[in-house]
């Protein structure tokens, strides 16, 4: 149902166009001078303005360039009735944007005709515009992610980007819905997000069900497969499944199911109709094409992670390692990067690539790894080669690039007494400054053939104060402060991983 704002002077004259709208299917609402109308307008926007030029107060003409100097006015179409035949009136009112002239005496039917019409041209455009604004905003949220790696975005923040181009950057837009509902498939249950606008931001409502139930909701308003629509408020049924508060009328709805994905969007301010199927579809479509994007990477990710994780054990296997090392070392070194601030992709980065930094062992020989004793200078030699052999087995793809830098300098000494290079401070990659700390904790907590295990005490004062091997000027200040600041994160992971040996002997 449209709304038409009345605005004449005259009491008779405005009541017959109301008796007639009404009998036509229209609301009216009256103004009976151009200062209450601009206050009408701003209170709630009609869907068009019968207009008589001869007002009290402003006079028409000044009502009519307010609203079509305003952004949130000037798409409403505006009808003058007019008694006068002086054509620079017609004209002062064309140059003001007017969309039409009823002379007076006015025709019942006349007057109908050209509402209906404007009305409906008016909504028309006003999806066009909409379209093409949604259209836009996709390509930009699109082009936006584009440069961000897809497996690092949560698909609840995605969905949020979704809903926003469907409820409007702002609340309160009459041409957009007041809730969308998305939801995905996950582990054979339909888990939901029902989004609205609460004191100017978006909250959300997370909902889990069934395809089954979801399908018994929505089959009694099917207009054609895979699309919904009702100009009747949401039945209960519905509205729990969606989780939308009860403070929301849900009056109508409109939704696009497609495969496993579907969206809805309720509370039009208006009628709702086929049109919002291409838009609603649109928003699927990207939901969908996004989660299979998201998947994929995740599946990709995973099989990465996992072969990352058989090449560290490899290398440990002939050592004296434990499986249980290389994996507190990944979650050492992720709390450590989290501790000094690092940011989310290099912390997801670091929590897998840790775990290579001995991966050049893998090229020593079991005569040196497995050598009870000390080491001849020559074996040592020998030794410190797993350090470029590592970076050597993991140059080239640029997943690996920081496993590499990792490999190579983990044995660097931030006084510059390390090797393979020698490099001094922060000339070391980060990552490896931070596997270096990481690495001695959990070495010095592990029992290895000659040495026995460091309770948590003894090995934070080794890494604070020096021993025979280690001493503080090894290690970045920084690192061994978040380090000192974290400890009691670090005694829970040791304690958390019950330790396994790789190798018997
Ligand atoms: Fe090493
Ligand atoms: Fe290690």
């Not at 379209?131 to 497996?151: K, N, P, Q, S, W």
């Not at 040196?368 to 052999?389: A, C, F, Y």
Request: include cysteine; aromatic fraction near 8%; glycine fraction near 6%.
């Amino acid at each position: 149902m449209s709304d038409v704002l009345i605005v004449d002077d005259d009491d008779l004259i405005a009541r017959m166009f109301s008796d007639w709208l009404h009998a036509a299917g229209f609301r009216t609402a009256r103004a009976a001078t151009g200062t209450d109308a601009l206050d009408l307008v701003s209170r709630s926007r009609p869907d068009l303005i019968l207009l008589d030029l001869n007002l009290p107060d402003i006079g028409g003409l000044a009502v009519c360039r307010i609203l079509k100097d305003h952004e949130r006015t000037h798409r409403i179409p505006v009808v003058v009735i007019t008694a006068s035949d002086r054509p620079e009136d017609r004209t002062h009112a064309l140059d003001l944007g007017v969309e039409d002239f009823v002379n007076k005496p006015v025709n019942p039917k006349e007057l109908l005709a050209r509402v209906q019409a404007l009305i409906r041209s008016s909504e028309l455009s006003d999806r066009l515009l909409q379209a093409y604004t949604h259209m836009d905003e996709l390509g930009e949220f699109a082009d936006r992610y584009a440069h961000e790696i897809v497996a690092d975005l949560k698909p609840a923040e995605v969905a949020w980007h979704v809903a926003r181009q469907l409820l409007g950057a702002q609340p309160g837009d009459s041409r957009r819905p007041g809730f969308v509902w998305g939801s995905a498939s996950f582990k054979g249950r339909v888990r939901g997000l029902g989004f609205w606008y609460l004191d100017g931001t978006i909250v959300s409502n997370p909902t889990v069900s069934s395809w089954h139930k979801v399908d018994a909701a929505l089959s009694p308003f099917r207009t054609e497969e895979g699309q919904y629509l009702s100009n009747d408020p949401v039945p209960d049924g519905l509205r729990s499944l969606l989780g939308a508060p009860p403070e929301l009328p849900l009056a109508n709805f409109a939704a696009v199911r497609a495969g496993n994905d579907l969206v809805l969007a309720a509370d039009y301010r208006r009628q709702v109709t086929p049109y919002e199927f291409p838009l609603l579809r649109s928003s699927v479509r990207y939901w969908a094409v996004f989660q299979r994007l998201w998947r994929e990477m995740r599946r990709t990710e995973g099989a990465f992670v996992f072969l990352m994780e058989a090449l560290a054990l490899a290398a440990e296997f002939q050592d004296d390692g434990v499986a249980s090392h290389i994996r507190r070392v990944n979650a050492y070194a992720k709390s450590l990067a989290h501790g000094v601030g690092s940011d989310p992709r290099f912390i997801r980065r670091i929590a897998v690539c840790a775990q290579m930094h001995d991966v050049g062992k893998i090229t020593m020989p079991a005569s040196i790894l497995q050598k009870p004793g000390h080491l001849s200078p020559n074996e040592w030699d020998v030794m410190k080669r797993h350090t470029v052999n590592g970076a050597r087995i993991l140059k080239g793809p640029p997943e690996l690039e920081m496993a590499a830098r990792i490999a190579r300098s983990h044995h660097e000494n931030y006084d510059g007494t390390g090797y393979p290079d020698g490099t001094v401070g922060d000339e070391i990659p980060l990552e490896a400054r931070i596997v270096k700390v990481v690495d001695i904790y959990d070495a010095l907590r592990m029992r290895r053939s000659y040495k026995p295990s460091y309770s948590h005490e003894a090995a934070v004062n080794v890494l604070r104060l020096g021993d025979d091997r280690v001493t503080p000027s090894h290690l970045d200040p920084m690192l061994l402060e978040a380090f000192l600041d974290r400890q009691a994160h670090f005694q829970e992971i040791y304690e958390r991983e019950p330790v396994h040996p790789v190798a018997a002997g």
